[in-house]
């Protein structure tokens, strides 16, 4: 197959799709991760730039870019650095423990390039005024805890992160974490109860919203490493130049992680807003269309969390502001397809069962609640299910997330769409992500289940 | 505290209850809120004591701060102003009911077999809020029932809803995390560390606050279902600090102690000794009937026999009699034995076994209360024994002050505290330097070290105390004998140096002994009358009691409830005399060391067996209230004075406990206000009014002993789990106690040259014993430490009070 871009080779997963790249500029050099590609590349030429600059004038700039998080809520990330009060010490964490189900692009970013990371994590240091920065890296990610260990080691010696950087009055630490492998560390308030010495639960916000009660009870800036990697080039070329990319309300590029039924699944950096779901799925450029010319079945936006899609949202635009109205979310960014193969009780219990086994047990709707409905799920699947457990599974599913659930619609069946965010009686969304798999199978291929539930045969006259 | 003063200043946060206006205290909790307004709200890991985290979701409710209603967790929501809550609604019912749902599905429902069952929030809350039946029809999850996480409390996880009551209390409260939560998701469950029981001192509340049966404590496991127990509010006697209890029984035999929450002592917490030791109490060992020595054994008497023969002991001549005890009784026995020895001219009388400090430090030094020592900004001095191991239950409000409260703690004791680690500054005089180190500090002289204390370190403890003359810091001094191997009298020295340092420091006496304010209050000690009047003629303290009885000079030796063989630090001292009385009168609830060597063993009923009245550390006067009937022939001490007295030929006019309190009130001034039959209903107990005015007579200063530099000055202090009357009579308490070891420092270890634990023979003049040793980083060179009334080793035999300081030899 001729096409106009590939696999890379070194950077398994990334799919270098000859767009616009803010992010992934250096993945095809097989150096990427090192020292000298950055400098020979344009390195730390944003830190430079920043740091000729004041603290508010940088921020600034990263408020005017609308820089949207790209951990999964999607909040712009100027406008959360704007509500940190006058508070010293304060804190930068940096979310690198990326598990969301089909998410795998920061794993990619620490790996293939850390120079990046680290140069942003100085740059936010810098426009926030603070100087102890937190990288708290997943637990299973042992490349990128090396990479980034080394990078910084580099940094270090190079005078680009610690004291007086670039020869100034500034000074900066970036301290590197390594997580114990918890997916619940993701959440950002878990995430600083393990980042202290803690077990990793959720704090309730609020009180402990952390840019007012963070680390340490201090006010502390969470961001993912997409985000921070965006700010070397934003810094370089200026928001002006990054709204150019992607559409109005999410400018720039979003790596995305597509996975399942595809024929090239992969990393793909795409601008936001501009390429649809079917562009993404069909597009030469991009998955090159559902394996083995299948019909597409139901496809996940945004992480195992987020509400399935099917093929009436595949011309919805892959951004934010379009999938939340459309009952789903872009979360972190991880798209999962299914085809017209996929059994749908399966999907959905494997996506379950990972909430099951990943609840920190701190909530009791969730503790309790997601591995009720695992056991349900499972024992449908092993033929024992009962006419009244799909209806037990979307009760279950009230007393985690009360309310009408967030689904996509359907014109087949005259259904509208349900928006996100859903409701909870949870701490953090973790249990709710369970709700998402089973209400938008239930809804949609409710056949499917009560195919496998066995007629009750009611004896008679046993006497 | 100023809380009230506070709350009153401002006008209240106004919101809406269900449709109602009310008002909410400023930073008030939601849940708390609609309590005080006569909404419950049910919840399960909320507790006012402890930090709330949100966690249960029992506690939603329907709040609309004006973004819409949302369900949100009560007990985590401070009530902001116009918060419109809704606690009946749909959203709200479903939700609670939900919870109890999820709660439910995994719970074993072995309620008919369950010691929390009929008092249980899970099967109230499943009742009143709950769906009523489940749809649950999976397998529960299954653990391995109860098990052991120490000697005294028991795990069963699949009961245990993981409220992490129990957890934070151990880590918040207590300060020993020795619990918590392992695994994750479903399986998370609450576990100890690997090899590392619970054995925490406070293990037992963590029993007390589990919201389900999942925590039970071995000694009420399976003795009675709660709707048979009554209850009645008491004291804990174990301690002088007088924590609030409910005494419940069943049958006439107690079977279990709660702590009650009183803001003033101890929050509700109790300590593992004073929630179990009344074990000892129903124990079989409990003396039942009046005993008189014949030959080798005891002969069981008549009561009118025993008075009258004790009767007889008493008139042999006023100062050839000597009285030792009487901590144990309440404060009106107390009144009426006083009574009876004073009608009889006996002022060799002293409730301070030897062990304490002098009578005059308790009762002249300006006093004040716990919550005044632990108010934020304020400044401990911690001039007593550890109080984790004497006085448990203050520790835990001293661990609070230090944590929470930002209070300053500065300890001066021979080794290190359980408070060490929250102290802002730490020093360790050497064993008989104490005197020395106070009046350096008093001197200002920090040139040298004094003590093997450094002039550095005590310039900052000097600067530190003194800060409550300089910036009007509220200092409080924790006064009490932290070595039983050295002289009393360095405390005393001590305390006059202190108080030219900080004139205007208060002090809070670290006594051991229950009720021994009472006893020094009501005039069993040889210095003052009742109500802390100086007498003219004073009596012997115990040491001297028990000279003279050693040289021929007294003939009856009356115990009230005291047990000097056991507790009194020169153990050969306390032999002697009992060798050379004619007669030992034993007023006690068992046989211990001592009243098993009297003539005459009089059957007291003890706690739990009869009413009266406790007065704690600071003065405050709470309720001692009879549960059960006293066992066979044991009789209130009380009785047992007035009958002597009447014997005597003395009528003294008690036939009542009402006419004890009204005689008592009219004739002590501090108790004239007193209402007694209030004393039961009211919260924290009144503090008696003990303003005196005169000022302790420190006398001369005791001399500094020179440092025998072959050998290690002795500290000897107590481990709560001792060998104790009450601890060695309970079955399960009884097993706690530790054998006795040799601690030195890390330097001294290595001097020896021994191995961890090697067993090395100690020698004291001519006295010899063995002993393991170890090595402590928390003891300064050139000092050893070893516990009192520890098995394997009698210590006391070694400590030779005529010595100011005892020094001990070590060799392999």
């Given at each position: 197959m001729v096409s106009t871009n590939e696999y890379v080779p070194h950077a398994a997963g990334y799919?270098?799709?000859?767009?616009?790249?803010?992010?992934?500029?250096?993945?095809?050099?097989?150096?990427?991760?090192?020292?000298?590609?950055?400098?020979?590349?344009?390195?730390?030429?944003?830190?430079?730039?920043?740091?000729?600059?004041?603290?508010?004038?940088?921020?600034?700039?990263?408020?005017?870019?609308?820089?949207?998080?790209?951990?999964?809520?999607?909040?712009?990330?100027?406008?959360?650095?704007?509500?940190?009060?006058?508070?010293?010490?304060?804190?930068?964490?940096?979310?690198?423990?990326?598990?969301e189900p089909g998410t795998y692009k920061d794993r990619l970013l620490m790996e293939r390039d850390p120079h990046q990371l680290i140069e942003g994590c100085v740059i936010a240091c810098y426009a926030l005024g603070l100087n102890q920065c937190f990288l708290y890296v997943r637990g299973e990610?042992?490349?990128?805890?090396?990479?980034?260990?080394?990078?910084?080691?580099?940094?270090y010696a190079a005078g680009y992160v610690g004291k007086n950087i670039l020869g100034t009055d500034v000074s900066i630490d970036v301290v590197l974490h390594w997580g114990a492998g918890a997916y619940i560390v993701g959440e950002e308030t878990a995430l600083i109860e393990s980042l202290e010495g803690n077990r990793g639960m959720p704090r309730l916000k609020p009180p402990f919203f952390p840019a007012a009660k963070g680390l340490y009870m201090k006010p502390t800036i969470v961001n993912n490493v997409e985000t921070?990697?965006?700010?070397?080039?934003?810094?370089?070329?200026?928001?002006?130049?990054?709204?150019?990319?992607?559409?109005?309300?999410?400018?720039?590029?979003?790596?995305?992680?597509?996975?399942?039924?595809?024929?090239?699944?992969?990393?793909?950096?795409?601008?936001?807003?501009?390429?649809?779901?079917r562009d993404l799925f069909y597009g030469e450029q991009y998955c090159q269309g559902i394996k083995d010319g299948n019909e597409l079945k139901a496809f996940v936006p945004g992480g195992g969390s987020a509400p399935w899609f099917f093929e009436d949202q595949l011309d919805v635009p892959i951004e934010a502001s379009e999938v939340g109205p459309q009952g789903s979310m872009l979360g972190s960014g991880a798209i999962m397809v299914m085809d017209e193969t996929t059994d749908i009780v399966k999907a959905c219990l494997r996506l379950v069962r990972f909430y099951a086994r990943e609840s920190c047990g701190k909530c009791t709707p969730c503790r309790e609640g997601t591995a009720w409905e695992e056991k349900v799920l499972q024992r449908i699947l092993d033929g024992h299910g009962r006419p009244e457990d799909l209806d037990l599974l979307l009760e279950i599913g009230q007393s985690i997330s009360p309310g009408v659930y967030p689904v996509a619609g359907f014109k087949g069946e005259d259904l509208d769409p349900v928006p996100f965010p859903p409701k909870q009686t949870t701490i953090c969304p973790l249990g709710p992500s369970s709700v998402a798999p089973i209400t938008s199978a239930v809804r949609r291929f409710r056949?499917?289940?009560?195919?496998?539930?066995?007629?009750t045969v009611v004896l008679e006259n046993l006497s | 505290m100023s809380t009230t003063e506070s709350t009153?200043?401002?006008?209240?946060?106004?919101?809406?209850?269900?449709?109602?206006?009310?008002?909410?205290?400023?930073?008030?909790?939601?849940?708390?809120?609609?309590?005080?307004?006569?909404?419950?709200?049910?919840?399960?890991?909320?507790?006012?004591?402890?930090?709330?985290?949100?966690?249960?979701?029992?506690?939603?409710?329907?709040?609309?701060?004006?973004?819409?209603?949302?369900?949100?967790?009560?007990?985590?929501?401070?009530?902001?102003?116009?918060?419109?809550?809704?606690?009946?609604?749909?959203?709200?019912?479903?939700?609670?009911?939900?919870?109890?749902?999820?709660?439910?599905?995994?719970?074993?429902l072995d309620c008919p077999v369950c010691d929390k069952g009929g008092e249980c929030p899970l099967q109230d809350n499943a009742y009143a809020f709950g769906p009523g039946e489940t749809r649950f029809v999976e397998e529960k999850r299954h653990y391995e029932k109860p098990i052991p996480i120490s000697?005294?409390?028991?795990?069963?996880?699949?009961?245990?809803?993981?409220?992490?009551?129990?957890?934070?209390?151990?880590?918040?409260?207590?300060?020993?995390?020795?619990?918590?939560?392992?695994?994750?998701?479903?399986?998370?469950?609450?576990?100890?560390?690997?090899?590392?029981?619970?054995?925490?001192?406070?293990?037992g509340n963590t029993v007390q606050i589990c919201p389900v049966g999942a925590l039970t404590a071995t000694p009420y496991r399976f003795k009675a279902r709660p709707w048979d127990l009554t209850a009645t509010e008491s004291t804990a006697t174990v301690d002088s600090t007088g924590a609030r209890i409910a005494l419940q029984s069943s049958r006439d035999e107690m079977v279990r102690v709660l702590g009650v929450d009183s803001e003033a002592v101890n929050w509700g917490w109790l300590s593992d000794k004073e929630r179990f030791s009344y074990e000892a109490a129903n124990s079989d060992a409990r003396l039942t009937e009046p005993l008189a020595k014949a030959g080798s054994s005891f002969d069981s008497i008549r009561w009118n026999n025993a008075i009258g023969q004790t009767a007889k002991a008493l008139s042999i001549g006023s100062d050839r009699v000597g009285v030792l005890g009487g901590a144990r009784l309440s404060v009106e026995a107390q009144y009426v034995w006083s009574k009876l020895l004073q009608g009889s001219g006996i002022s060799n009388v002293d409730a301070n076994i030897g062990d304490g400090i002098a009578a005059d430090l308790v009762l002249g030094l300006p006093k004040t209360t716990i919550a005044e020592a632990v108010a934020p900004g304020s400044i401990i001095v911690l001039m007593a024994p550890d109080p984790k191991e004497e006085l448990p239950t203050l520790f835990l409000r001293l661990r609070h002050a230090a944590v929470e409260s930002g209070v300053t703690i500065v300890e001066i004791t021979p080794t290190a505290t359980s408070l060490t680690t929250h102290a802002s500054l730490s020093i360790h005089p050497a064993p008989g330097s104490l005197g020395a180190v106070t009046e350096a500090m008093a001197n200002q002289l920090f040139g040298t070290s004094v003590g093997g204390v450094d002039g550095s370190d005590l310039e900052a403890v000097a600067a530190t105390i003194a800060k409550g003359s300089t910036d009007g810091s509220n200092v409080t001094v924790i006064v009490g004998r932290s070595n039983l191997a050295e002289s009393a009298d360095f405390v005393s020295d001590a305390v006059q140096s202190l108080l030219r340092l900080a004139p205007e420091a208060k002090f809070l006496p670290a006594l051991r002994r229950g009720n021994l304010m009472g006893a020094l209050e009501m005039g069993l000690t040889p210095e003052f009358g009742p109500g802390g009047n100086p007498s003219d003629e004073p009596g012997l303290d115990t040491e001297a009691i028990l000279r003279a009885a050693v040289n021929g000079k007294i003939d009856t030796l009356l115990l009230l409830g005291a047990d000097p063989i056991a507790d009194f630090p020169d153990r050969n001292l306390v032999t002697s005399a009992f060798n050379e009385v004619n007669t030992v009168v034993a007023v006690d609830t068992f046989l211990t060391d001592s009243s098993a060597r009297a003539d005459l063993v009089l059957p007291a009923a003890g706690f739990g067996e009869v009413d009266g009245s406790f007065l704690n550390l600071e003065g405050r006067l709470s309720p001692l209230q009879a549960k059960v009937t006293a066992k066979g022939q044991a009789r209130d001490d009380w009785?047992?004075?007035?009958?002597?007295?009447?014997s005597l030929g003395m009528d003294l006019g008690f036939t009542t406990l009402d006419e004890v309190r009204s005689d008592l009130s009219a004739s002590i001034p501090s108790f004239g206000a007193v209402d007694w039959d209030a004393l039961g209903r009211s919260d924290d107990g009144p503090l008696l009014d003990q303003g005196r005015t005169w000022s302790v007579d420190f006398g001369s200063r005791t001399e500094v002993p020179a440092v025998d530099g072959y050998g290690l000055a002795l500290a000897v202090d107590r481990k709560l789990w001792d060998q104790g009357t009450m601890i060695h009579n309970s079955a399960t308490l009884a097993e706690l106690p530790e054998q006795a070891q040799l601690s030195v420092s890390a330097i001294d270890f290595e001097k020896l040259g021994v191995r961890d634990g090697e067993v090395v023979t100690i020698e004291s003049g001519s006295i010899r014993a063995d002993v393991g040793v170890v090595a402590d980083t928390g003891l300064p060179r050139g000092t050893a430490r070893i516990h009192f009334r520890l098995p394997g080793l009698d210590i006391g035999e070694l400590i030779d009070c005529e010595q100011s300081v005892t020094t001990i030899r070590v060799a392999r």
């Open positions: 799919v270098d799709n000859k767009g616009p790249k803010i992010v992934t500029s250096r993945f095809p050099h097989e150096d990427s991760h090192t020292l000298v590609r950055a400098l020979a590349t344009g390195g730390y030429d944003g830190l430079k730039d920043a740091i000729r600059r004041t603290p508010a004038d940088v921020a600034g700039e990263v408020k005017n870019a609308v820089l949207l998080g790209r951990g999964g809520a999607g909040f712009p990330a100027g406008i959360k650095w704007g509500f940190m009060p006058p508070v010293w010490p304060r804190y930068l964490v940096v979310n690198g423990d990326e598990s990610m042992a490349v990128a805890q090396e990479r980034i260990a080394q990078a910084l080691n580099d940094a921070l990697a965006n700010l070397p080039w934003l810094m370089v070329n200026g928001a002006d130049k990054f709204k150019t990319y992607g559409s109005e309300k999410s400018p720039g590029t979003r790596m995305l992680a597509i996975s399942g039924h595809v024929n090239r699944p992969g990393v793909y950096e795409v601008e936001q807003g501009v390429v649809t779901f056949s499917e289940f009560e195919a496998l539930i066995p007629e | 009153e200043a401002v006008t209240g946060v106004p919101f809406f209850l269900n449709g109602q206006a009310l008002s909410a205290n400023d930073g008030e909790l939601l849940i708390d809120a609609c309590e005080r307004n006569g909404v419950h709200i049910p919840r399960f890991c909320y507790h006012e004591r402890l930090t709330p985290v949100g966690m249960c979701r029992m506690c939603l409710v329907e709040v609309d701060t004006g973004r819409g209603a949302a369900l949100q967790p009560s007990c985590m929501l401070p009530v902001t102003p116009e918060m419109k809550v809704n606690t009946e609604t749909e959203a709200t019912k479903r939700a609670q009911s939900g919870i109890l749902e999820l709660f439910l599905i995994n719970h074993p000697d005294l409390v028991n795990l069963d996880r699949e009961r245990c809803i993981l409220c992490d009551r129990c957890t934070r209390f151990s880590k918040e409260v207590a300060g020993d995390p020795l619990i918590h939560f392992i695994d994750r998701g479903n399986e998370t469950q609450v576990n100890t560390f690997p090899d590392h029981p619970f054995s925490s001192y406070f293990s009785m047992i004075a007035a009958e002597i007295a009447e």
